[in-house]
């Protein structure tokens, strides 16, 4: 038996009990007399006080900064303590001596630039901070889920080696499979509405990849895609699913994350349903209003989606109905105006994170808009095929993990969200 307790677990209630805590070394002050040790695991810190008369004080002259250890001691109730209790070390079991110095400041008291901790991540990972960030993350997902799961959605898994481009374009990365050309899959788009097309309702958590030239503090080459395909439903439904999700999330993470948002010096604002929804058009209106010329069809990018959000005044928004043509093959126009589409993106500030829509049901308008954007139907045929048999109205969502996780957790940058993020310029730690 390694540990009887977490640090967060030993409490003034133990007090006078043995416990076996391990963890560690995250400071050690040496006071004559006496040596205190914090010791930290994946819950938190604890003060061990090693007393000069106890079998544990020869063993900790080898310990440095990061060592890990076995603490045996016993619980000690004290206001004067950084968590109103302590252990008094009668052991003290080495696992291993880290080097020293270390590379890169585990306790906080020298900041490190994001290169430096990129490069030296696992020790990065070790601090409280980004211990944070990785509890938040795992009470976001978990939300995500129950919601889902509250709402008869199932749980699924797609191919992420796949024969041709999910949406066309040239964002792919190529890999061999068995002597042939295959690619890492940029979404599980087309395999999620197939699902959707036996099963209803589907979600996936999963990588996915793209091959962008994009540097920037929102773009990765993997990232976490959290996708969702709902059937017998269209963009207005799938609009009111993310609103569920992301409210039910900022709930449980301001019930179960308190300690982690307050060592991130980050709060969390109250968001009221329904959320403000924009159209392109409108949107249009506005920007050009502020002096920005642009026309029909043309993105908005980051200085403008900085001034709608502005002008929105909360943190997410929706934008509404883009030209069609702008917008992948599989998405629905509006039946009264078809060169508007049935789609969304949803916006962080001016970030956007989620982007859906209602999804063309009808194989012959599915090839057609494949050869209007210069795209063969036949390379589509394993997809297609199965819009012959009771393809169901349906629509959805994917929703980009990392640039979520900028909202819940005061980050500046998708890299700092991920443990070991991957881009342009990096392929390892």
């Known amino acids: ?39 930290r ?15 544990a004080y020869n063993s900790v002259s080898e310990l440095t900064l990061e060592s890990t250890v076995q603490v045996e001691g016993i619980v000690k109730s004290d206001k004067r303590a950084p968590s109103g209790v302590e252990v008094h070390a009668l052991s003290i079991k080495p696992f291993s001596i880290a080097k020293s110095p270390l590379p890169l400041e585990v306790s906080g008291k020298v900041e490190s630039d994001i290169e430096t901790r990129l490069k030296e991540r696992v020790l990065d990972l070790r601090r409280v901070e980004m211990t944070s960030v990785l509890n938040i993350s795992s009470e976001v997902i978990r939300s995500f889920r129950n919601t889902l799961y509250s709402k008869r959605f199932i749980e699924v898994f797609t191919p992420k080696i796949i024969a041709s481009a999910t949406e066309g374009g040239a964002q792919l990365f190529p890999v ?26 589907v979600f996936e958590i999963a990588p ?3 091959a962008e030239e994009s540097d920037t503090p929102y773009h990765l080459s993997e990232f976490i895609s959290m996708d969702v395909e709902m059937a017998f439903a269209d963009y207005h439904d799938v609009m009111e699913l993310l609103e569920d999700l992301v409210t039910n999330m900022i709930d449980v993470v301001k019930t179960h994350c308190g300690k982690e948002l307050a060592e991130l010096k980050h709060e969390l604002p109250n968001i009221t349903k329904p959320f403000p929804k924009i159209s392109y058009s409108e949107a249009l209106e506005i920007l050009r209003g502020k002096g920005f010329t642009i026309k029909f069809g043309d993105d908005i990018g980051t200085p403008e989606a900085r001034i709608l959000a502005e002008e929105v005044g909360t943190p997410f928004y929706f934008l509404v109905e883009w030209p069609s043509f702008t ?29 859906g829509s209602t999804r063309n049901h009808n194989r012959k308008v599915l090839e057609e808009n494949l050869r209007r954007k210069g795209l063969n139907p036949e390379n589509f045929e394993f997809f297609l095929r199965w819009f012959d048999y009771g393809m169901p109205p349906h629509a959805g969502f994917g929703m980009g993990f990392a640039r979520l996780m900028l909202f819940f957790t005061g980050l500046n940058n998708v890299k700092e969200a991920i443990p070991f993020p991957r881009d342009k310029k990096r392929l390892t730690p």
């Open 208 to 210: 996915a990849w793209r």
């Open 41 to 55: 695991d994946r819950s938190g810190l604890i003060q061990v006080v090693v007393s000069k008369d106890s079998a």
């Open 327 to 355: 917008r992948p093959f599989y998405t629905k126009s509006i039946d009264s105006n078809p060169d508007l589409s049935e789609s969304f993106d949803l916006m962080y500030k001016w970030i956007e994170i989620a982007s």
């Open 176 to 201: 061999i499979y068995f002597g042939r050309e295959a690619f890492l899959a940029q979404s599980p788009q087309l395999y999620k509405e197939l699902l959707a097309g036996s099963v209803e309702r």
């Open 1 to 39: 038996m390694y540990k009887t307790h977490f640090t967060s677990e030993v409490t003034p209630e133990l007090d006078g009990k043995t416990v076996f805590l391990a963890g560690w070394i995250h400071t050690i002050r040496d006071l004559g007399g006496k040596k205190f040790i914090l010791l």
